[in-house]
């Protein structure tokens, strides 16, 4: 059989971490053509041009959606532009490869939620987790029947990442920004909608939101969840760690994992089976994404595996709700400013660490 070669020209909007990211795994695949990366930062399109010199870099967005031959946008700028493009996107017929949130507030999220629905254009956003090794795999075990019932589903992600202040100013606070990731991937566990909830957060450094919260609750299946998430994990310690786990009980069996972001450990204790896993961490699965999206594109059917516009609006609402949540209780805060000001400046100079933004590199 001939091998096919059929490219799909596409462009990026928004340069930033995850544009480069998004540009290193089309490249690496050979169905993709980047024809333009658009970004308003000299930077950014300087570094474009340099990793990709056939690449045309712009600044105007509108150059991509009035081009008839481009047929998907991967938005990777913040989620303030997000919907703007993905209206453009729809009315010009250009499939989407979208950042979360898919846009900047939960109003605009749901708008866009209805603006793909029946356009006919393949819209998916980069929950990546769902696209994990790991997380497929302890799913996949689970279905099996390997743990009994799903009963329990704890999952912790703390981080010396995004300090307050630091950007992603439209992505909400760290439990939203970086929360909804695990909000999401606990209904896809569960795989039923979330029924209650109680939130405890924390004013770390006595910032004015909360930069840890924990969240418990159940799923309409009377599965229950505990979700943990902070960026606040020892910004200051000498050498910096985290702590990021996923915990699923069974009515049987257990199954969890681990990771130190560059090999995940996967731990299955099943009824008949019990094995351990360990293989590269995988980043943000973004080959992954985009070879679902091209196949997709080339074969005019939508793989069910890409997570959906509707599935984003759903975690980033709980995200939100959870925050809420957190404000209803006592919130107490501890610390104050200025270890957050020695924070950032520590990050500011730091050209490796957790979850550095490009501005603070440059
Ligand atoms: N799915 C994930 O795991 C994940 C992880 C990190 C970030 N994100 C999301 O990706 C988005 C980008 O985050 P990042 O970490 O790459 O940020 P970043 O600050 O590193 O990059 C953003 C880039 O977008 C550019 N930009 C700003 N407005 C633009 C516009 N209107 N048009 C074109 N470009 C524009 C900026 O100049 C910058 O180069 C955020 O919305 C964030 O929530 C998702």
Redesign the pocket.
Known sequence: MLKDTTKIKAAL???????KMYGEAMAQSNRWEIAYV????PS?RAEAQKMFPNTRTITD?NIIFNDDSIRAVAL????D?RKEQIEKAVRTHKHIIA???VADTIEHEWEVVDLVKDSGVFATV?L?LRNSWYHQTMKQFIEEGEIGELAIIRICHMTPGLAPGE??EY?GPAFH?CGM?YVDIARWYAGSEYKTWHAQGLRMWSYKDPWWLQCHGTFENGIVYDITQGFVYGQLSQQQTHNSYTDIIGTKGIVRMTHDFKTAVVDLHGVNRTLRIEKPFGG?NLDKLCALMAESILSGQRDPRMPRMRDSAIASQHAWDFLDDARAHDLPAIGNLETLEEIRERRRHMTNGYGL???NKE
């Open positions: 909007i928004g340069f930033g971490r995850m544009g658009c970004d308003p930062s950014s967005e990777c700028a913040l989620a532009s950042e979360k949130p980069n990546y950007g992603h992505e920004d990731h943000k933004l490009r501005h």
